[in-house]
Nanobody, 120 residues
Framework: QVQLVESGGGLVQPGGSLRLSCAAT????????MAWYRRAPGNQREVVAA???????TYADSMKGRFTISRDNAKSAVYLQMNSLNPEDTAVYSC??????????????WGQGTQVTVSS
């Protein structure tokens, strides 16, 4: 069974940094695209950043220059380094992985979410 296991959330002061990790486990192929999403209270889920198998990254405009997404294909893992955090970054962050099955179908998997709170 495929699982995405996240870690690294927590409470941080404005201007601080956090690093989120997410690893895909199970008998799987290396994920294709991987991404981080977030959902703040009262808001819809939004994409934070995405990265292809080859390492090409894209970011939401408000995260450019502050967040960095990376991955380790050998570990089927994706990371999100978040710097210069502000209270508007408070949200539940979830990772997503597009994983190909043995039959060639790409399925989407989600992590359980990790809370990031930016507050003084």
């Amino acid at each position: 069974q495929v699982q995405l296991v996240e870690s690294g959330g927590g409470l941080v002061q404005p201007g601080g940094s956090l690093r989120l990790s997410c690893a895909a486990t199970g008998n799987i192929f290396t994920p294709d695209a991987m991404a981080w999403y977030r959902r703040a209270p009262g808001n819809q889920r939004e994409v934070v950043a995405a990265i292809t198998f080859g390492g090409s990254a894209t970011y939401a405009d408000s995260m450019k220059g502050r967040f960095t997404i990376s991955r380790d294909n050998a570990k089927s893992a994706v990371y999100l380094q978040m710097n210069s955090l502000n209270p508007e970054d408070t949200a539940v962050y979830s990772c997503n992985a597009q994983i190909r099955t043995a039959g060639g179908i790409v399925r989407s998997y989600w992590g359980q979410g990790t809370q990031v709170t930016v507050s003084s």
